[in-house]
Protein backbone atom coordinates (compact mmCIF):
# COMPACT_ATOMS: atom_id res chain seq x y z
CA UNK A 1 0.00 0.00 0.00
CA UNK A 2 1.20 3.37 -0.94
CA UNK A 3 1.82 6.08 1.75
CA UNK A 4 2.44 9.78 1.05
CA UNK A 5 3.93 12.03 3.95
CA UNK A 6 4.68 15.45 3.47
CA UNK A 7 6.77 17.57 5.85
CA UNK A 8 8.16 21.03 5.60
CA UNK A 9 5.58 23.06 6.59
CA UNK A 10 5.89 26.34 9.24
CA UNK A 11 5.48 29.60 9.91
CA UNK A 12 7.03 31.69 8.03
CA UNK A 13 6.70 35.55 7.21
CA UNK A 14 5.74 37.16 3.99
CA UNK A 15 8.61 36.87 1.33
CA UNK A 16 10.02 34.15 3.03
CA UNK A 17 10.77 30.52 1.74
CA UNK A 18 10.14 27.26 2.85
CA UNK A 19 10.31 23.35 0.74
CA UNK A 20 7.62 21.14 0.92
CA UNK A 21 8.31 17.30 0.40
CA UNK A 22 6.23 14.15 -0.28
CA UNK A 23 7.77 11.18 0.07
CA UNK A 24 6.04 7.70 -1.05
CA UNK A 25 6.80 4.75 0.70
CA UNK A 26 5.48 0.81 -0.01
CA UNK A 27 6.72 1.68 -4.27
CA UNK A 28 9.91 1.49 -5.47
CA UNK A 29 9.25 4.35 -7.68
CA UNK A 30 6.57 6.74 -7.87
CA UNK A 31 4.91 5.92 -11.26
CA UNK A 32 2.48 8.50 -11.08
CA UNK A 33 1.58 12.22 -11.82
CA UNK A 34 1.79 14.06 -7.81
CA UNK A 35 -0.11 16.90 -7.67
CA UNK A 36 0.25 19.64 -4.62
CA UNK A 37 -3.27 21.01 -3.31
CA UNK A 38 -4.07 23.41 -0.88
CA UNK A 39 -6.94 23.78 1.54
CA UNK A 40 -8.24 26.48 3.84
CA UNK A 41 -10.76 26.36 5.80
CA UNK A 42 -14.40 26.17 4.05
CA UNK A 43 -12.86 25.69 1.11
CA UNK A 44 -12.53 22.55 -1.22
CA UNK A 45 -9.32 21.47 -1.91
CA UNK A 46 -7.63 23.34 -4.86
CA UNK A 47 -4.88 22.31 -7.43
CA UNK A 48 -1.33 24.15 -6.61
CA UNK A 49 1.14 22.26 -8.75
CA UNK A 50 1.39 18.93 -10.50
CA UNK A 51 4.39 17.38 -12.38
CA UNK A 52 4.22 14.35 -14.70
CA UNK A 53 5.44 11.02 -14.27
CA UNK A 54 8.08 11.62 -16.56
CA UNK A 55 9.08 15.02 -14.87
CA UNK A 56 8.59 16.60 -18.28
CA UNK A 57 5.42 18.35 -17.89
CA UNK A 58 4.33 20.64 -15.05
CA UNK A 59 1.04 22.54 -14.21
CA UNK A 60 1.48 25.30 -11.73
CA UNK A 61 -2.34 27.97 -10.65
CA UNK A 62 -2.06 31.05 -11.77
CA UNK A 63 -1.14 32.75 -8.57
CA UNK A 64 2.09 31.13 -7.84
CA UNK A 65 3.55 30.87 -11.18
CA UNK A 66 7.23 32.42 -10.82
CA UNK A 67 7.21 31.91 -7.18
CA UNK A 68 6.79 27.76 -6.92
CA UNK A 69 8.26 25.18 -8.56
CA UNK A 70 7.30 21.69 -8.28
CA UNK A 71 10.23 18.70 -9.02
CA UNK A 72 10.68 15.28 -8.38
CA UNK A 73 13.45 13.25 -7.20
CA UNK A 74 12.40 9.59 -8.01
CA UNK A 75 15.43 8.00 -6.72
CA UNK A 76 14.60 9.19 -3.22
CA UNK A 77 10.93 8.54 -4.44
CA UNK A 78 10.24 12.12 -3.44
CA UNK A 79 8.46 15.09 -5.00
CA UNK A 80 9.48 18.79 -3.64
CA UNK A 81 7.36 21.93 -3.76
CA UNK A 82 9.82 24.98 -3.54
CA UNK A 83 7.67 27.82 -2.73
CA UNK A 84 9.64 31.41 -2.63
CA UNK A 85 8.34 34.92 -2.06
CA UNK A 86 5.40 33.50 0.27
CA UNK A 87 2.12 35.54 0.66
CA UNK A 88 -0.12 35.38 3.52
CA UNK A 89 -2.83 34.00 0.60
CA UNK A 90 -0.16 30.65 0.28
CA UNK A 91 -1.40 30.02 3.71
CA UNK A 92 -3.43 26.87 3.83
CA UNK A 93 -2.97 22.83 4.81
CA UNK A 94 -0.68 21.48 2.03
CA UNK A 95 -1.69 17.76 0.66
CA UNK A 96 0.79 16.26 -2.28
CA UNK A 97 -1.37 13.40 -4.11
CA UNK A 98 -0.40 10.11 -6.51
CA UNK A 99 -2.10 9.16 -10.18
CA UNK A 100 -1.30 6.24 -10.59
CA UNK A 101 -3.89 5.82 -13.89
CA UNK A 102 -1.82 9.14 -16.00
CA UNK A 103 -0.01 8.63 -18.65
CA UNK A 104 3.60 8.95 -18.40
CA UNK A 105 3.18 12.77 -19.45
CA UNK A 106 0.60 13.94 -18.40
CA UNK A 107 -0.37 15.77 -15.23
CA UNK A 108 -3.28 16.19 -13.14
CA UNK A 109 -5.50 19.19 -12.31
CA UNK A 110 -8.12 17.36 -10.52
CA UNK A 111 -8.32 16.19 -7.33
CA UNK A 112 -11.01 13.31 -7.65
CA UNK A 113 -8.62 11.53 -9.93
CA UNK A 114 -6.31 10.87 -7.54
CA UNK A 115 -5.72 7.71 -5.91
CA UNK A 116 -3.47 8.48 -2.93
CA UNK A 117 -3.22 11.23 -0.40
CA UNK A 118 -0.69 12.60 2.56
CA UNK A 119 -2.21 14.07 5.54
CA UNK A 120 -1.00 17.41 5.10
CA UNK A 121 1.74 19.56 6.20
CA UNK A 122 0.44 23.15 7.25
CA UNK A 123 1.91 26.46 5.82
CA UNK A 124 0.98 29.65 7.62
CA UNK A 125 2.41 33.27 5.71
CA UNK A 126 2.10 35.84 8.37
CA UNK A 127 1.86 39.35 7.00
Known amino acids: QVQLVESGGGLVQAGASLRLSCAAS????????VGWFRQTPGKEREIVASISWSGGNTYYEDSVKGRFTISRDDAKNTVYLQMNSLRPEDTGVYYC????????????????????WGQGTQVTVSS
Open 97 to 116: AADFDASFHAFNTRAELYDS
Open 26 to 33: GVSWIRAA
